[in-house]
């Protein structure tokens, strides 16, 4: 049984002398071993980075876009690309069926209105969105950067608004500050709001427009009763099932029409913001360039290494021959030596791309331009999945790459590697 246990770990233990002999260090071997570890390390690093950023660019972009516009919306089929829009009834038979759905996290009303506001020295124009008591403020808590939310209720109209930073730095608004804000209408209207708390989400397309305040607001402005809104925003637990959800609930609404008159039209986020989405999903392109480019660069990085152990060790390979050793155990030999450089590369890849990762996470170096963007530093989404099939796609494609210099073996003859010795 020792016999046979040491015959199956022949190749094993050759490759382990082979690359641990200290005279290694005198010959060629090392730095090339040294040379095939970094650039396999480097390679698994870079991938794995543009991995990482690529998906928390997509998903940080895409809660900020939710943020401010919910995952699905389902308004008036009047309503179009305008910020003016026609009312529907709060009170809706399809809600209580959706509500059971699991995969449904959040429903809440809105109202939004166009309007302009004006200082002493600056104009801007603004979108207000209208809110009620069911607002989910998770995502502006997060971008909370001065003062609070405003609290809502039924008994009185709230005058507290939140705006964003960009509009207090235009128009020199502090917390605490009021300001008039005009709607064109007829006959023209006006309010006067109280800066309740600033938020900060550097997506300043939408930055630049957005003021949140009391649906009420834009009930009394409309004429609209208090039954009256724009819509309703739907947020789901999982972005996957967007496009399931958003069918299921135009199944579940249908196309009836309303006492009121009103056929309700359903849409979602991607629907609403082709071009973002198009934009994010390109970017997957240029990731799979990246790791083809690397990939590439990893593949000639090793074979070349293994090419070069494989001539420096010809008169080896010629003693084991005349030996009687096969060439498919020699090749064994090599697979070893291959895989322990594959597997070294691999530990420290990963420990960069991470070491990395957590620097960029923990004090934000590399900074991107809010303006082009839509963030002030690179994202950074560790995703364990993600990284286990990175390396073991890498694992099993430089693995096969390793078999066309093993193939070189075959081809050494044994009197002549002796003979020239």
């Known amino acids: 049984m020792q016999k046979i246990y040491f015959r199956l770990n022949t190749e094993l233990f050759i490759a382990r002398r082979i690359l641990l002999n200290k005279e290694n260090k005198k010959s060629v071997t090392k730095p090339i071993i040294t040379i095939a570890i970094i650039g396999i390390a480097l390679s698994l690093a870079v991938m794995l980075i543009s991995i990482m950023v690529v998906t928390g660019f997509k998903n940080e972009i895409t809660k900020k876009i939710i943020g401010f516009g919910s995952h699905i919306q389902v308004i008036n089929y009047d309503s179009n690309n305008s910020y003016e829009t026609s009312p529907i009834d709060k009170q809706q038979e399809f809600l209580s069926s959706i509500k059971n759905y699991n995969e449904i996290e959040h429903i809440q009303v809105f109202a939004t209105k166009p309007g302009i506001i004006k200082t002493k020295e600056e104009i801007q124009g603004i979108l207000l969105k209208g809110i009620d008591k069911d607002f989910d403020w998770s995502f502006f808590n997060k971008n909370l950067i001065e003062g609070e939310t405003p609290v809502l209720n039924d008994s009185t109209t709230s005058n507290d608004v939140l ?34 708390g600033i938020y900060k989400t550097s997506l300043e397309t939408f930055d630049q427009l957005y003021i949140l305040a009391d649906i009420q607001h834009i009930q009394k402005l409309n004429n609209w009763n208090e039954n009256q809104i724009s819509g309703f925003e739907i947020n789901v637990a999982d972005f996957k099932n967007l496009d399931y959800l958003t069918w299921e609930i135009r199944s579940e609404i249908g196309t009836s029409i309303s006492s009121e008159g009103t056929m309700l039209r359903v849409t979602n986020i991607k629907e609403k913001y082709p071009q973002i989405f198009d934009w994010l999903n390109l970017q997957d392109i240029n990731v799979i360039v990246i790791l083809i480019l690397v990939m590439s660069v990893a593949i000639i990085t090793m074979t070349s290494g293994v090419i070069i152990l494989i001539l420096e060790k010809t008169n ?67 995703n364990i999945v993600h990284i286990i099939l990175t390396n073991l796609v890498t694992l ?26």
């Open 316 to 382: 080896f390979i010629g003693v084991l021959k005349a030996l009687g050793t096969t060439n498919q155990s020699i090749k064994k030999i090599f697979i070893y030596q291959s895989g322990y450089l594959i597997l070294k590369g691999l530990f420290w890849g990963n420990l960069i791309a991470l070491l990395i990762s957590f620097i960029q996470i923990k004090f934000g170096i590399i900074k991107l331009d809010p303006s082009t963007y839509y963030l002030e530093t690179a994202p950074i989404n560790i």
């Open 163 to 196: 705006i964003s930073k960009y509009i207090s730095s235009l128009l020199k608004l502090n917390v605490g500050d009021k300001f008039i804000t005009y709607f064109i209408q007829d006959p023209p209207r006006q309010r006067v709001f109280t800066v309740k």
């Open 396 to 421: 099993a494609i430089i693995t096969i790459s390793m078999l066309l210099p093993a193939i070189m073996i075959s081809n050494i003859k044994p009197e002549r590697t002796i003979l020239f010795n």
